[in-house]
């Protein structure tokens, strides 16, 4: 079995998704000494494949995404006992996921690409996770964006996000020039791009060095604001940003040496 992702919580303990065969996933849940807890270890033993992320809901249930190939897959999980909730719909089009969040109103945000062409979120309604009933079908949730879904014509293929404290959705992406990378600020609704975050939505940032292949990496600072880094061609180089969009002083490249990268 391959680890895919692990989720630390804020008591000690973890959460390790790992890819066990082409259609299983095995979720392995730890105690904060390292143990097996009640949930044990999940197997879900098909329909399973190409594991990416694992988080909690807003009941602190279990989520599980992958993708395989053609549309990306969620799974929920009871934390104590490992069981299964509901049955989850595919999420179509959708040809790979990077993750799982959720938002303070309970929305879980899946995110991902279309064919390594353009970003793709999909929100998945809330009352179908913050609901207590184990019964409880999730669905699509038709409010967030068009039928579920946010998509923008300068949103290329997404390889990070996160929440910020407002549920705006922020992500991370290469620019289709090799020296840039992007950052996409997104409406909590989905309805479209949020253009008090340099007028458009999307913030550009030239980096001479950048690969142009690498990923762009996101996530919030104690403060937060939008921390973001990608690979150059001689190290990394990261940027932080404030809430306009606006880069402030963390601007620096750090060089490959013998002891880095």
Do not use: C
């Amino acid at each position: 079995s391959i680890p895919k992702a692990i989720l630390a919580k804020a008591d000690g303990s973890m959460i390790i998704a790992m890819q066990k065969d082409t259609d299983e996933t095995l979720v392995v849940n730890l105690d904060d000494n390292l143990a097996l807890d009640s949930a044990g270890i999940i197997d879900i033993a098909s329909g399973a494949p190409g594991v990416k992320a694992v988080n909690l809901d807003a009941l602190s249930r279990i989520l599980v995404v992958g993708n395989d190939g053609t549309a990306s897959w969620v799974n929920r999980h009871d934390s104590s006992t490992g069981s299964a909730i509901g049955t989850f719909p595919a999420i179509p089009t959708m040809t790979s996921v990077v993750d799982v969040l959720t938002q303070s109103n309970g929305r879980v945000i899946v995110g991902g690409d279309q064919d390594s062409t353009y970003g793709v979120l999909a929100g998945l309604a809330p009352l179908s996770f913050v609901s207590g009933s184990s019964t409880t079908t999730p669905i699509l949730d038709n409010t967030f964006g068009t039928s579920s879904r946010f998509t923008d014509s300068s949103v290329d293929s997404i390889n990070s996000f996160v929440i910020d404290s407002t549920d705006n959705i922020v992500a991370g992406f290469v620019g289709t020039s090799d020296s840039t990378m992007k950052i996409a600020r997104v409406r909590p609704n989905g309805s479209a791009l949020d253009t008090t975050f340099n007028s458009t939505g999307v913030v550009t940032t030239d980096v001479t060095t950048a690969s142009g292949t690498n990923p762009v990496r996101v996530a919030l600072d104690n403060a937060g604001k939008v921390v973001a880094v990608t690979t150059t061609t001689t190290g990394i180089s990261v940027r932080r940003y404030n809430d306009s969009g606006t880069t402030e002083d963390v601007d620096f490249d750090i060089t490959n040496t013998a002891s880095g990268f």
